[in-house]
């Protein structure tokens, strides 16, 4: 395997190659779940405090249905109109 000399006599292994990645954004309105999946304030502020624990099944499929596609969740944002979800996957 190769190595790249960083000085001093020392050597680090680069493996095989460098990993890529394909990023995807998604946007899912708060219209596209039967039942709301959080709970937000009138100014935006969003909890689970008062989501009933059935109803996380919904964000629960949308990440499984994601994730059976090779997909990785990196970051999820509520906001009081939906979701903005962040994903990457090997290339």
């Given amino acids: 395997m190769e190595g790249i ?3 001093g006599g020392v050597t680090v292994d680069r493996g095989d190659a460098m990993k890529r990645f394909q990023y995807e954004i998604t946007r ?3 219209s596209e779940f039967k039942q709301l999946v959080y709970f937000c304030t009138d100014q935006g502020e969003c909890s689970l405090e008062q989501v009933p624990y059935n ?3 919904v ?3 949308l990440l499984n249905d994601r994730g059976e ?5 990196i ?9 903005v979800a962040f994903w990457k996957k090997d290339i």
């Fill in 5 to 7: 000399d960083v000085g």
């Fill in 28 to 30: 899912h309105p708060s």
């Fill in 55 to 57: 109803q996380t099944d």
């Fill in 59 to 61: 964000l629960k499929g």
């Fill in 69 to 73: 596609q090779g997909w990785e969740l």
């Fill in 75 to 83: 970051q999820l944002f509520f906001g009081k109109d939906g979701i």
